[in-house]
T-cell receptor, first 115, second 107 residues
């Protein structure tokens, strides 16, 4: 199983809502990532979890709150988002973050629209 | 500051010919590079990688060349097939992506 799954596929939320994005992998990977991708732009790294611990936070606003409940799951909790946060949110996993030599496996993404 | 740059936003190639996608980087500390392919409505898929100890890595129709002195790498696809039509991202150390090049293979 080399699949990373993400739910939901699409999400529309108001600026006062609280919602969560979910990501799951069963490849035994110990590194998981959240990226944000705007139209016609490359994916931008948001967070990296290594062995269930947050290891990189790329100065992401606190209205985005990641959580890694176990080695297979990664959540992104959303609260009080702005319309400019509308984007494709991609989850990825890799064996580890060590040495930078392991390719990432990406999920299909969640298309988020903030109204 | 874009540390990984793909200066061609799009490229159109005839089926059967060679596709060459280019990527430049600015950080000389980068020592591992990857190419990803992305179809619409899907996440990026890993294609091929190269470590800085090599200058070429080949996998089937895909070859990546690395020129460290020029801080330049390229992806060659030969022969190009219609199924290769996608957006291709160059990435360094997994975490820094170029802007992407949309490749269209014309039958």
């Amino acid at each position: 199983d080399t699949e990373v799954t993400q739910t939901p596929k699409h999400l529309v939320m108001g600026m006062t809502n609280k919602k969560s994005l979910k990501c799951e992998q069963h490849m035994g990977h110990r590194a998981m990532y959240w990226y944000k991708q705007k139209a016609k732009k490359p994916p931008e790294l948001m967070f990296v979890y290594s062995y269930e611990k947050l290891s990189i936070n790329e100065s992401v606003p606190s209205r985005f709150s990641p959580e890694c409940p176990n080695s297979s799951l990664l959540n992104l909790h959303l609260h009080a988002l702005q319309p400019e946060d509308s984007a494709l949110y991609l989850c990825a996993s890799s064996q580890t973050v060590l040495a930078g030599t392991y390719e990432q496996y990406f999920g299909p993404g969640t298309r988020l629209t903030v109204t | 500051d874009q540390q990984v740059k793909q200066n061609s936003p799009s490229l159109s190639v005839q089926e059967g010919r060679i596709s060459i996608l280019n990527c430049d980087y600015t950080n000389s500390m980068f020592d591992y590079f990857l190419w990803y392919k992305k179809y619409p409505a899907e996440g990026p898929t890993f294609l091929i990688s190269i470590s800085s100890i090599k200058d070429k890595n080949e996998d089937g129709r895909f070859t990546v060349f690395l020129n460290k002195s020029a801080k330049h790498l390229s992806l060659h696809i030969v022969p190009s097939q219609p199924g290769d039509s996608a957006v291709y991202f160059c990435a360094a150390q997994k975490l820094v992506f170029g802007q992407g090049t949309r490749l269209t293979i014309n039958p």
